[in-house]
């Protein structure tokens, strides 16, 4: 039996891209499939978009596909089969397909076809013998502009706070933005709409033991199967888990490296149907097994996590001292940070490996005197103690006195060579750890040895030895590598610099992967800087940077630094300001002598953009500092915004060649990267050196055989450039290229 639908204009919202889709399936009368989570748009898209008078509507789960009787058409007639999803066994399966491929048969037939999965295999038969235009669920999200006027047309101005969140909770999934509307703008009052709608018109529709499977895992973000066994109990989960996808399509990522996630929308709901219809206890085994999962695949935080709901007080102290004993920069220890500090002083007491974490993760903190506090606790202990508990300590004692950021380098060349002398009579042992502290750099890692680079050949030939020996597998290359950051920073030849890099990259980089996952944020970090400097737009690095206003993590001041000239690009000096102030009174805190230079130059760049004149004062401080250590590449970095800063006014140089070595290298930065740190507009185009020769050459009227020769670059390279080139104009062929790049300039 056909059903009876009618247009629904009211709080209707769909995006443009899947309207387009639309339309130009109905142009041609192509077959259309759309496909998509319960709620994101789909029949809505097609009831508001069409005539009514001249379609029929079925749904799957409501008919068979006996009772879909279409008569013979003069004109053109739409046939929409809904919530295909619902077809499951195999006799309906096979009715549906003859019901199928008898209306694409018929000419005067535009069908259309709606579901939650993607294209099901046993309609795949179509899929390869007629063309369909799919509209997939990424197709049906707003952008955030969209989302922004939908609302303003209910006369729901909200702030941008709550407009950010909703973007967040949605991300561009109409159903959220339309229950909200339908509470006038109450966020929670919208998002309860949506939990209680999932659960009345879709889970209720499950089979119990998909429900009972998806209410268990509901309390963990991610699943592997086995997790999922563990915690549901069933040796079928592949097979549970197969189902669901067919039947709702609810993860947002299925099978990538064998990881599960649910939907968030469908997550909150399972979570609020688990506390109702199970008791406390069998809740909390839940998240014991779960932590026990996580404890055996060494997934350290999240096993904390799981006990701490259990209440396991001894798992958590058991895993916390068995971190504490791992390297602090290789494992999770700063970001454990909220566990180890609730610990009771009693049980930290009783453990030199706890005493030395908490020790060095309250001078992370900045915490000064509680660090030296446990400190001089542990000091005590080596006193009271005989044995291995004894030794234990001293190697930590040991340990701290290299590691502990706030003690600086003053006393460090003495201890290492006193280190080196008990390790090779086996006095003590020492934990290894990482000295960059998983940044980027050397000279200004875990400590700041910008002094040590002021005799920093003499000092590799006294003490390397000893320093590779002392730090284990961690010291391997490290001299090399800190002479060529100390080479760079000086302005001195590019040549040796890489020749002592290139002794241990490779190694480095096959290590990084395994050893050093911690590194991915500031690697990341360092791609955003290569950006900059191209005159890319970064802002949408903004959504994972860490933020400064929530707390300031000293571990992150690689990205405070990035944040710093990101914001400066993006016109936000106020935000740069801000930061920038945070990041001076850490560097003066804990004594970071490279840190506080290049936050004074950044303070002044910014200063300079909001026309104050301090710029001046701050600027010539950071010359009179950095002339001292020779490092001209702190200004140089920063040369395209530097140089008419240092070129318009007149300051305090002792050192003629240095100045002339600073001015110089600022001036070739400029040339070489004239966009660096300039807002970038919505229409500008940006061309590699490359692509502009090639565009240059085409427009002389060479071939790209011609101008792979004329280059001296493989064909397939004019190519590549060439699609570049495109995509960025927004053209689709070279005349249209030319033309648009000499209208912009760019030729």
């Not at 799957?60 to 046939?79: F, G, L, P, R």
């Not at 000419?107 to 038969?125: G, K, Q, S, T």
């Not at 050093?516 to 005159?535: E, I, K, S, T």
Request: proline content about 2%; overall charge positive.
């Amino acid at each position: 039996m056909q059903k009876t639908v009618k247009n629904m204009k009211e709080n209707y919202i769909c995006s443009q891209k899947a309207i387009r889709k639309l339309r130009s399936a109905r142009k041609f009368r192509t077959p259309l499939y759309l496909y998509g989570v319960t709620g994101i748009g789909k029949t809505s898209l097609v009831l508001n978009n069409l005539r009514m008078k001249h379609c029929s509507y079925y749904s799957a789960a409501q008919v068979d596909a006996e009772e879909i009787m279409i008569k013979e058409q003069t004109s053109i007639y739409t046939v929409i089969i809904d919530d295909l999803h619902c077809v499951s066994s195999v006799e309906q399966r096979e009715a549906y397909c003859k019901k199928i491929g008898k209306l694409l048969e018929r000419e005067n037939i535009w069908l259309i076809l709606i579901a939650r999965c993607p294209f099901p295999r046993w309609l795949l038969e179509f899929r390869t013998k007629y063309i369909f235009i799919e509209i997939p669920e990424e197709d049906f999200l707003l952008s955030r502009e969209e989302q922004t006027l939908y609302l303003e047309q209910f006369d729901l101005h909200i702030s941008e706070e709550i407009q950010q969140e909703v973007w967040e909770l949605a991300r561009g999934n109409p159903m959220p933005l339309l229950f909200l509307v339908m509470e006038k703008g109450d966020l929670e009052r919208g998002k309860k709409r949506q939990w209680d709608f999932l659960e009345t018109h879709v889970y209720d529709q499950w089979n119990i033991e998909l429900q009972e499977f998806f209410m268990d895992v509901s309390i963990v973000e991610t699943f592997t199967v086995k997790l999922a066994a563990m915690l549901t109990g069933r040796s079928d989960v592949e097979k549970l888990i197969a189902e669901a996808e067919v039947t709702g399509n609810f993860f947002e990522i299925s099978g990538i490296e064998g990881i599960w996630k649910c939907r968030w929308a469908m997550r909150q709901s399972m979570q609020q149907r688990l506390h109702r219809r199970r008791t406390t206890e069998q809740i909390q085994k839940l998240y014991y097994t779960a932590g026990l999962y996580y404890e055996l695949e060494n997934q350290i935080p999240q096993a904390l996590s799981m006990y701490e709901k259990y209440n396991d007080m001894e798992s958590i102290s058991r895993l916390l001292i068995s971190n504490a004993r791992k390297n602090p920069s290789s494992g999770h220890y700063y970001e454990l940070r909220r566990y180890y500090l609730q610990l009771p002083d009693d049980i930290v007491e009783n453990s030199p490996v706890l005493m030395a974490g908490i020790s060095l993760l309250q001078s992370m903190l900045m915490n000064v005197e509680e660090s030296e506090r446990w400190f001089h606790a542990l000091e005590r202990y080596v006193q009271k103690h005989t044995g291995g508990l004894r030794k234990e300590a001293r190697s930590r004692i040991l340990y701290l006195k290299i590691a502990l950021p706030h003690t600086g380098t003053i006393h460090m060349i003495d201890i290492l060579k006193n280190t080196d002398l008990l390790l090779r009579s086996r006095q003590t042992f020492l934990p290894e750890f990482s000295v960059t502290s998983n940044l980027p750099s050397m000279m200004n890692g875990g400590k700041d040895f910008c002094e040590w680079s002021k005799k920093d050949k003499e000092l590799a030939m006294s003490i390397g030895k000893i320093v590779e020996f002392v730090l284990g597998k961690y010291g391997k290359g490290l001299v090399n590598l800190a002479l060529a950051e100390s080479y760079l920073e000086k302005g001195e030849d590019s040549f040796e610099i890489f020749s002592y890099a290139e002794k241990i990259l490779l190694s480095l980089r096959k290590r990084a992967k395994k050893e050093a996952p911690n590194l991915l944020a500031n690697l990341d970090m360092f791609v955003c800087r290569v950006h900059l400097y191209q005159g890319r737009d970064v802002s949408k690095w903004m959504e994972q940077s860490p933020n400064e206003n929530q707390e300031f993590c000293t571990m992150e001041r690689f990205q405070y630094l990035t944040k710093v000239r990101i914001y400066i690009q993006m016109r936000k000096y106020e935000a740069a300001y801000c930061l920038l102030q945070q990041i001076l009174y850490y560097a003066k805190m804990m004594e970071r002598t490279y840190i506080y230079m290049e936050a004074t130059l950044l303070l002044a760049i910014t200063q300079y953009c909001m026309k104050q004149e301090e710029w001046k004062d701050n600027l010539q401080k950071c010359i009179s500092q950095a002339e001292g250590y020779h490092f001209v590449r702190l200004f140089t970095r920063e040369g395209p915004v530097v140089l008419p800063m240092i070129g318009n006014e007149k300051f305090i140089w002792k050192n003629k060649d240095y100045k002339r070595q600073v001015l110089l290298e600022c001036n070739q930065m400029k040339k070489a990267y004239p966009l660096y740190l300039k807002c970038v507009q919505e229409n500008q185009v940006v061309l590699s050196k490359n692509a502009v020769k090639i565009l240059k050459l085409q427009a002389e009227g060479m071939s790209a055989n011609a101008i792979a020769e004329h280059l001296k670059i493989a064909e397939a390279t004019v190519k590549y450039h060439n699609r570049e080139t495109y995509r960025k104009l927004g053209v689709k062929n070279k005349t249209a290229a030319i033309v648009e790049a000499r209208k912009r300039r760019l030729i």
